[in-house]
């Protein structure tokens, strides 16, 4: 095959905004053909999928787009679980089970989620856009997909993995704050740790990894609202990742009990939690994350697959307190609006914030007269749509 060079990021998006990867339904291909045709990247996500299933999705939405979108892949495990604390937890959950009428799932998978059977589908038959959550790959596979025109993103959650990303020739690094929504990509699960990767919020975490690595940022974490698109863009990201805000769109393939869930005062508030997976994620506080979060253990994917068919058995019930209600800090600010209709309201919401941060009490403020324009010379160099006139750009 003939080597190809990616599009540059603000090649591939007209507007910053990237519709976040999201594993488990959300980021089906009408969600992802929807937010691409409207100017912003769309994403399928390949977790916890057959690679048949993957390139099945990637058929589905090349009918439904011929612009960019992006392949989410989870990067293999190490095998951390404890057997017996497996098998405590299981015993624990056993009343679940029993609740709802199903049986605990068998935790024997495989922990790589096919990843070389789905590299070798994106090898053979490249798509615009590849990232990665839960590790970094080898130079040699970021090599390839870049000689095959795919534009690599390796989530990070801390500088020191942002370097790792940038050492092993990514193209860019999806910055995740503490308040995202799902798992934290962190690079390794320590399972002595809280689990809270860095532990930074989204603001504090892009201003450190800006000043640790040269490639370009994808921000990603709480952001519900152009405002707080333009408030990244001007810390230094080139583009913004949003899942909750995307996940209750009719489009999505969320289950509905999840996306009504977002904005019912019954959940109030978001914890990490290892109690559905084993691995770190924010999830909506409810009965399950209450009773189990304390005690699970750290035994990702053993504990996704333990629990799968309890979820499942709550999801068709429509009981929110026994699903996994993965969500963002900033789910009350949740719209239910048509994908294209979002991203016609952020892209809105991102142009007058940028009007705002030229003139923020109706005249030219000293800080732009003194020649920052808005978006950044450093977002420029990287390449990214933060200063490149994207929509709501300042003139
Ligand atoms: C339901 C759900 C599933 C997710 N699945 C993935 C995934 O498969 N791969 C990934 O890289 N990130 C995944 N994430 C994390 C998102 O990519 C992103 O970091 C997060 O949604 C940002 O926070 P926000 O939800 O507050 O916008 C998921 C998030 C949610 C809410």
Redesign the pocket.
């Known amino acids: 095959m003939p080597s190809v060079s990616p599009l540059s990021l603000s090649e591939l998006t007209e507007h910053p905004i990237v519709q976040?990867?999201?594993?488990?339904g959300?980021?089906c291909p009408e969600l992802a053909g929807s937010v691409s045709e409207s100017g912003g990247l769309g994403f399928l996500?390949a977790?916890y999928k057959t690679p048949e299933a993957m390139y099945e999705e990637i058929k589905q939405l090349r009918g439904q787009t011929q612009r960019p979108f992006g392949v989410?892949l989870?990067m293999p495990q190490p095998d951390l679980a404890d057997r017996g604390a497996l098998e405590r937890y299981r015993a624990q959950l056993a009343g679940e089970a029993t609740w709802f009428e199903t049986e605990l799932g068998e935790t024997d998978h495989a922990a790589d989620d096919a990843y070389d059977a789905k590299l070798a589908i994106l090898f053979d038959d490249p798509v615009p856009v590849v990232?990665?959550?839960f590790g970094c790959p080898t130079r040699q596979v970021l090599e390839r997909f870049a000689r095959r025109g795919t534009y690599t993103i390796v989530?990070v959650t801390s500088p020191g993995e942002a370097q790792t990303a940038e050492f092993n020739g990514a193209h860019a690094v999806?910055v995740?704050g503490v308040?995202?929504?799902?798992?934290q990509?962190t690079h390794r699960d320590d399972p002595q740790a809280d689990g809270t990767g860095s532990g930074l919020g989204l603001l504090c975490l892009v201003t450190q990894v800006k000043e640790a690595v040269r490639i370009p940022l994808v921000a990603?974490?709480?952001?519900?609202r152009g405002r707080q698109i333009a408030a990244v863009l001007a810390a230094g990201a080139s583009a913004a990742?949003?899942?909750?805000?995307f996940?209750v769109c009719p489009e999505s393939g969320?289950d509905l009990a999840?996306k009504q869930a977002m904005t019912n005062s019954v959940f109030a508030r978001t914890e990490f939690t290892r109690a559905f997976s084993g691995r770190p994620?924010?999830a909506l506080v409810n009965r399950f994350l209450r009773e189990h979060g304390p005690y699970a253990p750290a035994a990702y994917p053993q504990v996704h697959h333990l629990t799968a068919p309890v979820r499942k058995a709550a999801a068709k019930a429509k009981d929110p307190q026994g699903m996994a209600l993965?969500?963002?800090?900033?789910?009350r600010l949740a719209r239910d609006l048509p994908a294209a209709q979002l991203m016609d309201v952020l892209v809105t919401e991102l142009a007058v914030a940028r009007e705002r941060l030229l003139k923020p009490d109706g005249t030219q403020s000293a800080a732009v007269g003194g020649g920052v324009p808005a978006g950044g010379a450093a977002a420029d160099r990287t390449g990214g749509p933060g200063g490149t006139g994207a929509a709501g750009s300042p003139a």
């Open positions: 976040a990867p999201m594993a488990g959300p980021s996500a977790g989410n989870f990232s990665f959550t989530t999806c995740q308040e995202a929504g799902g798992h990509g990603t974490g709480g952001l519900m990742q949003l899942g909750t805000a996940l969320a999840h994620g924010r993965w969500a963002g800090q900033g789910h």
